[in-house]
């Protein structure tokens, strides 16, 4: 009896022990999973307008505090904004040149977003992705909803679902995928905090991808992201994407890829796939003359324009019409689909 009632208090010590490690280990595993993107894309939700549409713009590659022709580019985004009573704005990354935001106070927001985009078609909701150089910078200022205090249009997050009931729009964080900015990043500062360790950030990335992309219904499936899949600009393809991700879209029957990165224009569209690439990055400055072949990809340009400019998108339940505008507001390219049908190409 003396025996046992010595050994109760260290075996109720140990239980109590063996408690605490699982609560600690269950702890730690949730902070891991939250940390890595096991956690569901949020999602948003937009409603269409009376007549069962949306409409919106896309601009990519921009943030210069109104240099290189963005406040020309502006001003023309205005006017076709109120033309087409869009509902939001679409950015596809490097809103900030050169080197993103230095924290939440940083000027260069209200210099290059809220100074310049000052028309009132354009005071909608601005859904935004990370591009390579927002990376250079402060990263979670462009993500601290602090920043929709000091322009309540700003919404900035890694990866994110917007659903529109016509369309679902899949914004994802293209820029850890690129590995030239781990290994050869020629002395530019890029931060990584959340994203190490990569390879594990990019595969439960590319999981909640999936499984967002075939829970959806909707009528369209929008990608959009800051890296082009296919371009025949400066950057040409990014081999990353079209290793991990692509197969992905392919898979789950995406009908659009957009993305900016490339300063420069472009709808090019690939044999044996209904997927159209567009490319919208001529936010500011333009590579004038930056063109690279297609190379053997079996891929076809319909569209290319090595100057500023933007992308226009209206989408009802059966038809997406495309169209790009240059500096002046002029229409350069204007393509449409039915969804009655898939075209191939």
């Known amino acids: 009896m003396a025996t046992t009632m010595a050994l109760s208090p260290y075996r109720n010590s140990l239980v109590i022990s063996l408690r605490l490690l699982l609560v600690l280990e269950w702890v730690i595993f949730l902070s891991f999973h939250w940390s890595f993107g096991y956690a569901e894309l949020q999602t948003f939700h937009h409603p269409l307008k009376p007549d069962g549409s949306i409409s919106f713009l896309v601009i990519g590659d921009w943030g210069r505090k109104g240099y290189y022709n963005q406040s020309e580019v502006a001003q023309q985004m205005g006017r076709k904004g109120e033309e087409m009573n869009i509902d939001f704005v679409v950015s596809t990354g490097d809103n900030f040149y050169d080197n993103g935001l230095k924290d939440i106070n940083d000027p260069n927001f209200q210099e290059s977003f809220t100074n310049v985009y000052t028309a009132k078609s354009l005071q909608k909701p601005w859904f935004n992705?990370?591009?390579?150089?927002?990376?250079?910078?402060d990263v979670k200022a462009q993500l601290n909803p602090i920043l929709r205090k000091t322009d309540s249009r700003w919404l900035c997050l890694r990866s994110f679902i917007l659903n529109t009931e016509v369309a679902d729009l899949f914004f994802v964080d293209t820029t850890p995928f690129v590995e030239e900015y781990f290994t050869s990043p020629d002395g530019q500062f890029y931060d990584w905090r959340d994203i190490l360790p990569r390879?594990?950030?990019?595969?439960?990335?590319?999981?909640?991808?999936?499984?967002?992309?075939?829970?959806?219904?909707?009528?369209?499936?929008?990608?959009?992201?800051?890296?082009?899949?296919?371009?025949?600009?400066?950057?040409?393809?990014?081999?990353?994407?079209?290793?991990?991700?692509?197969?992905?879209?392919?898979?789950?029957?995406?009908?659009?890829?957009?993305?900016?990165?490339?300063?420069?224009?472009?709808?090019?569209?690939?044999?044996?796939?209904?997927?159209?690439?567009?490319?919208?990055?001529?936010?500011?400055?333009?590579?004038?003359?930056?063109?690279?072949?297609?190379?053997?990809?079996?891929?076809?340009?319909?569209?290319?324009?090595?100057?500023?400019?933007?992308?226009?998108?209206?989408?009802?339940?059966?038809?997406?019409?495309?169209?790009?505008?240059?500096?002046?507001?002029?229409?350069?390219h204007s393509w449409n689909r039915s969804k009655l049908f898939h075209s191939s190409f």
């Open 129 to 137: 992705v990370l591009g390579n150089h927002d990376y250079r910078g």
């Open 199 to 332: 390879q594990y950030y990019i595969a439960n990335l590319l999981k909640d991808l999936e499984l967002a992309l075939a829970r959806s219904t909707s009528t369209l499936k929008i990608v959009i992201g800051h890296h082009a899949i296919r371009s025949i600009a400066h950057h040409g393809d990014t081999i990353e994407l079209i290793h991990m991700l692509l197969p992905m879209l392919q898979d789950n029957n995406v009908d659009f890829y957009i993305n900016g990165h490339d300063h420069s224009l472009e709808q090019i569209s690939c044999m044996g796939s209904p997927m159209q690439f567009f490319t919208s990055g001529g936010g500011s400055e333009a590579w004038r003359g930056d063109e690279k072949g297609l190379g053997d990809n079996k891929c076809a340009v319909n569209f290319f324009y090595d100057g500023q400019g933007f992308m226009s998108t209206q989408i009802s339940s059966t038809n997406a019409k495309f169209v790009f505008y240059n500096v002046n507001g002029e229409t350069l």
